[in-house]
């Protein structure tokens, strides 16, 4: 069975870090693309960063890009998100995803994880 689990979620601080963690089983983790993406409270689902196997071609969205990095240990079969000045605007449940190919951006996403809500706020 197929399963991704993130942890490292909870509260963080306007300007802190976070980092979260996707573990992911029941597949071989190194031949897929992989994905993180989220959705604030009340609004729809965003993508926010995506690698390819082998970690090439990591790309993050402009609303994250400069504060959050995508990044993969495929001995340990886990896809990480290193969250940096952080924002209120970055609460919201996050959300690591499987695809179904190697390059994230010809395909699509098929598998999810349960989700980890990171709220920002003092």
């Known amino acids: 069975e197929v399963q991704l689990v993130e942890s490292g979620g909870g509260l963080g601080q306007p300007g802190g870090s976070l980092r979260l963690s996707c573990a992911a089983s029941g597949f071989t983790f190194s031949n897929y693309a992989m994905t993180w993406v989220r959705q604030a409270p009340g609004k729809g689902l965003e993508w926010i960063s995506g690698?390819?196997?082998?970690?090439?071609?990591?790309s993050q969205a402009e609303s994250v890009k400069g504060r959050f990095t995508i990044s993969r240990d495929d001995a340990k079969t886990t896809l990480y998100l290193q969250m940096s000045s952080l924002k209120p605007e970055d609460t919201a449940v996050y959300y690591c995803?499987?695809?179904?190919?190697?390059?994230?951006?010809?395909?699509?996403?098929?598998?999810w994880g349960q989700g980890i809500l990171v709220t920002v706020s003092s």
């Open positions: 995803a499987k695809h179904n190919y190697w390059n994230w951006r010809n395909s699509v996403l098929e598998v």
């Open positions: 690698i390819n196997m082998g970690g090439r071609d990591a």
